[in-house]
């Protein structure tokens, strides 16, 4: 070996190669992400669907598509794909997600009240069902266009799933208040519920029209909440 041969530096090993991920963002801690997955999947899944009831409320559930919902999401419909599949899928969560919770926030109310007074059944009602609007403006309009009227997505998951028991239950209870002479023995049990529904959500879902009809801008949720405990209180010849 020549002297200037002794004098290298000993020869590199070859350099490995570059990684297929190599200049990309580092894997989540935990493991390697799903293909396609989006960051921050609660909140968007929750936009999506804040933003198909919007579409609901304008369009109607049957008229509504996936693209609608991803416009008003500010999505991709690829991504509404990923979270539900399909449109039916969506409509199934908005459904469990978003309607079923209210519904039992009022059952839960009527139902844990056996040893209430009438007085307070039915102020508990109104107070619950304006509480439930002022917290979801969609509910009024949802429930007129999907339950109320003919042909409407939602009619039979209100009468086979959402609305028969708690129906039945306080049905029976005001023919039980009439027949011990607490409650004005010519209203009907059965059509008292529609009557506390029709102080509530049909009123509140016309609000737009009341204050234009009476030039009340500032007519809302708690007007109607007050006029109809006002008015169950002195219509239904409760005792004081």
Request: with cysteine; proline share 8%; hydrophobic share 50%.
């Amino acid at each position: 070996m020549s002297p200037s041969s002794r004098n290298r530096p000993p020869k590199r090993p070859p350099a490995a190669p570059a990684s297929p991920t190599a200049g990309s963002a580092k894997a989540p801690a935990g493991g390697r992400r799903h293909p396609g997955r989006p960051g921050g999947d609660a909140d968007r899944r929750s936009l999506a669907l804040d933003a198909a009831l919007a579409c609901y409320v304008r369009r109607g559930i049957a008229a509504t598509t996936l693209r609608d919902i991803a416009g008003e999401a500010g999505v991709t419909p690829a991504l509404l794909h990923y979270y539900f599949h399909d449109a039916a899928g969506l409509r199934d969560a908005v459904i469990a997600e978003r309607l079923m919770p209210v519904f039992v926030e009022v059952r839960e109310t009527l139902l844990g009240m056996d040893d209430a007074g009438l007085g307070e059944v039915l102020a508990a009602f109104v107070d619950r069902i304006c509480a439930l609007v002022a917290r979801h403006a969609w509910l009024p309009a949802l429930w007129i266009r999907e339950v109320v009227s003919e042909g409407g997505s939602l009619r039979d998951l209100l009468v086979t799933r959402l609305a028969p028991e708690i129906a039945a239950v306080m049905a029976a209870r005001f023919a039980a208040e009439q027949a011990a002479g607490r409650l004005n023995p010519a209203l009907d049990p059965r059509l008292l519920m529609v009557s506390l529904v029709g102080l509530t959500l049909f009123p509140a879902a016309g609000t737009p029209i009341w204050r234009a009809l009476f030039d009340a801008d500032d007519l809302g949720i708690e007007d109607i909440r007050r006029h109809a405990l006002a008015l169950l209180e002195r219509g239904l010849e409760l005792p004081a």
